[in-house]
């Protein structure tokens, strides 16, 4: 029995993966994964989505060259959500930032952007 025969997936075949920096265990975003995305980030060694947006398979860098390297995977006592510890080969947002997780909520409700942007997403993901 390999690692995705174990994980429990969702009604739609998806489980959420957390990654988080290997190095400082800073969260870097959250994606989800299919069977098969699973298995290709188990092969590959690199952190690979299953896109509910777009409908397709994303590997994480694939544009930007911010690929996610897997050091680590775990799921949780459930079985029905994965950590997965990586080492981001450049910022992890594709607005530019280390994290996705930037904007602080604020007591007043707003979200406050607490983080340098490391780069103008509007210069990498020329289209």
């Not at 188990?42 to 397709?56: A, I, M, T, Y």
Request: aromatic content about 12%; hydrophobic content about 35%; glycine content about 8%.
């Amino acid at each position: 029995m390999q690692i995705p025969d174990k994980v429990k997936f969702d009604a739609d075949g998806l489980v959420p993966a957390v990654i988080q920096d290997a190095n400082n265990g800073q969260v870097l975003m959250l994606g989800f994964m299919n069977r098969e995305s699973l298995q290709r980030t188990l092969d590959e060694g690199k952190v690979c989505f299953w896109s509910r947006s777009r409908n397709k398979f994303w590997l994480k860098g694939e544009e930007s060259g911010n690929f996610l390297i897997v050091k680590g995977v775990y799921a949780n006592c459930y079985a029905d959500s994965l950590l997965i510890k990586a080492e981001p080969v450049g910022p992890t947002c594709h607005n530019g930032y280390e994290s996705c997780y930037y904007r602080q909520c604020t007591e007043d409700g707003e979200l406050e952007v607490i983080a340098e942007q490391l780069f103008d997403p509007k210069e990498v993901y020329k289209k």
